[in-house]
């Protein structure tokens, strides 16, 4: 399912579908995801943070206007260094965490 155009509402569905998939994966499989997951945003980095820049002007009018705040706006940035590489960093981290399930 490709969320590219997609409201936050419909991500939001989406995810929680998801993650009644993903609750009763094996950690290999879950691993794998990641990993997938991990690897496909790398590769899309460029349109990322093109988008991102998109929706960075629309976010810093809002900030102008008062309705959003600058540290939020300053969150959303995914150009400021090593932000982009911190967050795939996170994911590969996921992978080293002991399974929720397991307990």
């Known amino acids: 399912m490709s969320l ?10 989406a995810a929680k579908l998801s993650s009644r998939t993903l609750a009763i994966l094996s950690t290999s499989d879950r691993n794998s995801a990641l990993q997938s997951i991990h690897d496909a945003l790398s590769a899309s980095k460029p349109d990322i943070l093109a988008a991102n820049a998109r929706d960075l002007e629309i976010a810093t009018k809002s900030a102008e206007d008062g309705e959003l705040s600058q540290s939020i706006l300053k969150r959303l940035d995914l150009s400021r260094p090593g932000k982009f590489e911190d967050m795939l960093k996170g994911i590969l981290d996921v992978m080293g965490l002991d399974d929720p399930g397991m307990f």
């Open 4 to 13: 590219t155009n997609g409201s936050p509402a419909s991500a939001a569905k």
